[in-house]
C-alpha cells in the first residue's frame, strides 16, 4: 500500500498527505482549487490553511481528478461531509472505467443532511463493491495544526475488515503518529461527527464565562447522549469510550484548534452564526451534523437535550442562555 492519492488539501487532508509521504509513501493529492495546487508544487505551503507548515518537496498536488486517483493503492477522503457523495460518484465513474480496486479510507467527521447516513454509507452506496477493495474509517482526537508539528497524536483505523484496518495503521505509524484498529466502524464514525455537536456548546459556554464546572458537566452528559443515539445507531457502547469517542469528545470541546469550539465560543460572544460561518473560512461540521442527529433523536425518541438546545439555537433562533436556563430547569434524573 505504497501509492496514495489524498482528496482534499485542507488543513486535515493536506497535513495528513504530509504525514504518508514523510512516511515514505507515494502521494498525490487532490484539491479542486488551482491556485492552491500552484502554491503546494512550488512554494510547498498551503497559508490559508496551516500558514507555518512548510511541505514535504516529494507531495504532488493535482486539480485533475482521474489523474489523482490513477494507479493508486488507497484513496483517502478528506473532505467536508457535504461534499462526500458528489466527489465518491465521480471517483466510482473513474474507477470503474480504469477497473480499479483501491482501499477507499475517509478521515471526515459528519453525517449527511436528509439522509443521516453515516460517510462510509455514503461511499459504499457511490462506489461500486467491484471497485473497492475495502473501506477504512480514520479518526480519533487530532488536529491538524498539532499535526503538521508532530506532536503525539493517537487514531483509530476502523472498518469491518480488520485486515484493511491493519493496512492503514501500517501507513501512518511513526514516531509521533500511533494508530489502533476497531472493527466497529459504526461506533467509530458515529462518536467522530457527534463529538462536534457537543464541542459547538463546550465552546459557547466558554464565550458566555461560564468555568470548569460546567464544561465538565457538559461533556459527561454529551457523551451520555450521544453514546445513547450512537448505541440505538448499532453502535457498540464501549467504542464510546475509546478515541474516537471520549477521547476526540475532549480535545474537540477543550481546544483552541477546534473550529467547532471556535464557532461555538464566538456565538457564546454574540456573533450571529452567519458571520461566524463566514469568518471561519474552513468546514464547522457540528453545524450540519447537529441537524441530522437532532431529526434521528425525535425520530427513534431518544433523549438529546443537549443536541436539542443547540439545534434551538442554530436553527430556531433561541438565546443561549434561555437554552442554558431550560436545561438547568429539566426535572431531575438519575445518571
Ligand atoms: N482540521 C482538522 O484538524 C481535522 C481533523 C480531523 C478530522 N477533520 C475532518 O476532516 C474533514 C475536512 O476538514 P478540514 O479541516 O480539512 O476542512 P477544510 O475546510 O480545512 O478543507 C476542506 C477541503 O475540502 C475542499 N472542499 C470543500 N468542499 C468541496 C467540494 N464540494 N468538493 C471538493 N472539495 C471540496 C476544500 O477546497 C478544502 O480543500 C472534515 O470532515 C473534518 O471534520 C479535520
Ligand atoms: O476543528 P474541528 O472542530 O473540526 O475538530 C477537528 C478534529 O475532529 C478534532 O479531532
Known sequence: MSKVAVIGAGSWGSVLANVLVKNGLDVKIWTREEKQVAELNQQHTNRHYLPELKYDERLIATNDLAAAIKDRQVILLVIPTVAIRTVSQKIGKILQENNEQPLIVHASKGLELGTH???SEIITEEIPAENRSGIVAFSGPSHAEEVARQDITLITAASTDLTAAKAVQKMFMNDF????TNEDIVGVELGAAFKNI????????HGLGYGDDAKAALMTRGLAEISRLGVAMGAKSQTFIGLSGVGDLIVTCTSVHSRNWRAGNQLGQGIPLADVIENMG???EGITTNKAAYELAQQQQIDMPITQAIYQVLYQGCDIKKAITELMQREGRSE
Open 198 to 205: 457537543i464541542a459547538l456548546g463546550a465552546g459557547a459556554l
Open 177 to 180: 503518529f500511533r494508530i489502533y
Open 282 to 284: 474552513m468546514v464547522i
Open 117 to 119: 447516513k453515516r460517510i
